[in-house]
């Protein structure tokens, strides 16, 4: 019996150490817990974490691989999730980075792209308003982007356009803004500035010194209309090299029948000079160049310049502001960025035979009707478009009430200078009204399910 149970007592106590035996070894051939033991010793060379840190530590480790014989569902694609109708939670992972990520919420912003909006500025003094509000509308009436105009005029002319402005159609009004602003001249005598060539238009040299808050700026004369979007000519401003600061065209394109070229007693620039009637020009250069002048060999800002210019060439101008700009960039001519002559068409291009190739091929982009031609029957092609434009009512048909009258009214120009070249004013605007009716209609159409 004795010898009986010392067998089973043996046997009892192998079977136990068998059993610690065979777990102690897997557990020590476990790459998990080697990698615990072995990161928790180098840890004790440094600091004694406690039990219950060690515990954490350890449970943490072996939660990374699950269990054997538990399998894992994979991530749903999110297309499928879409599909099914399941939230579709981007980023989710099972690894261990996006996991500390995910712990943190991170807030979400979103730059919103404030909207581009393009400055026009305009000078109407006397009996400019209806001149002044036909600008203004065909400017409107092709641009895409919203527009700021800056409207300087005289007193009396002031609560006229606010009135007039404020009653066109809200559709109209949602794409512009504008403000009035009074005739003002920081320099120099007021009276002898406005009495320059016309009157207000040295009021134009003063723009960079009064918009101190506008960066660029298209300035363009009263008797100017858009016959393609004003975004055309904006973009331009992205072409100016390092040293451009302003655009215009030339004020002719052949030096044998140019003015400037034949009559000016001033310097001017280039072969033939320019013309400021469209100019485009970037405020913000102009206000921090320090121009080179005849006067004085350091420089001059744009402001201390124009007195002392107009008080030394006065005897000597005939086109007024003009004919400064024109002794400006005569010694800056690295300042100045040329665009070809369709974007200032004028009856100069025409009268003496078509010499703007850039119109005959392209069609007029902007038409300068300078000599008075809108009010005359001297240029009737001109008076045409103006008439045209003036008379839309905004809501129209454009092909119907704008460009079918116009190219019916053509036929009586043709036996005139500037009529026998109808393409050069009808094949811009025709292009532009096209492009207008895709944008309006045919893009804006919802398909047929």
Not at 227 to 239: G, Q
């Amino acid at each position: 019996m004795r010898i009986h149970c010392k067998v089973v007592v043996i046997a009892v106590c192998f079977g136990v150490f068998l059993l610690l035996y065979f777990l102690g070894g897997n557990t020590a051939d476990d790459p998990l817990l080697k990698e615990v033991i072995q990161e928790e010793e180098e840890e004790d060379s440094n600091s004694s974490p406690s039990s219950s840190e060690l515990g954490r530590n350890v449970a943490a480790k072996f939660a990374r691989k699950p269990p054997a014989g538990v399998a894992v569902r994979p991530e749903e694609p999110p297309l499928k999730r879409r599909k099914e109708g399941k939230p579709i939670n981007r980023g989710a992972s099972v690894n261990a980075k996006s996991k500390s990520r995910s712990d943190v919420r991170r807030p979400v912003t979103r730059r919103i792209r404030a909207e581009e909006v393009m400055h026009l500025a305009v000078v109407a003094c006397g009996n400019r308003l209806d001149e002044t509000l036909t600008l203004v509308k065909s400017a409107l009436l092709f641009s895409i982007k919203k527009i700021k105009f800056h409207i300087f005029a005289e007193d009396p002319l002031a609560p006229q356009f606010e009135e007039r402005l404020n009653k066109w159609p809200r559709s109209i009004l949602a794409k512009f803004q504008f403000s009035l602003y009074p005739i003002t001249f920081s320099v120099g005598n007021a009276d002898e500035w406005k009495k320059l060539f016309k009157p207000c238009a040295a009021q134009r040299l003063f723009l960079p010194v009064i918009l101190k808050d506008v960066d660029s700026l298209l300035y363009v004369d009263t008797d100017v209309l858009f016959l393609r979007p004003m975004d055309d000519i904006w973009s331009l401003l992205k072409s100016f090299n390092s040293t451009q600061l302003a655009a215009m065209a030339p004020e002719h394109e052949v030096p044998k029948i140019g003015w400037y070229s034949r009559f000016a007693r001033h310097p001017f620039y280039g072969v033939t000079g320019v013309n400021s009637g469209v100019m485009l020009m970037n405020l913000t250069r102009i206000r921090h160049t320090m121009f080179k002048n005849s006067m004085i060999p350091s420089g001059l800002s744009w402001e201390d310049l124009l007195h002392p210019l107009y008080q030394k060439y006065k005897n000597h101008i005939t086109w007024g502001d003009q004919d400064l700009l024109n002794i400006i960039f005569h010694y800056n001519p690295e300042c100045l960025f040329i665009f070809p002559c369709q974007w200032n068409y004028r009856p100069d291009h025409c009268m003496y035979g078509s010499n703007c190739k850039g119109a005959e091929e392209e069609g007029v982009s902007i038409l300068h009707g300078n000599r008075g031609v809108y009010h005359d029957d001297k240029q009737p092609a001109f008076k045409v478009v103006y008439d045209a434009i003036r008379d839309f009512p905004f809501e129209d048909n454009m092909f119907q009430s704008l460009f079918y009258p116009i190219q019916t009214k053509f036929l009586d120009t043709v036996n005139t200078l500037c009529g026998r070249i109808p393409q050069v004013f009808l094949k811009q605007i025709e292009k532009t009204m096209k492009k207008v009716f895709e944008d309006k209609v045919v893009r804006h159409a919802k398909p047929h399910k």
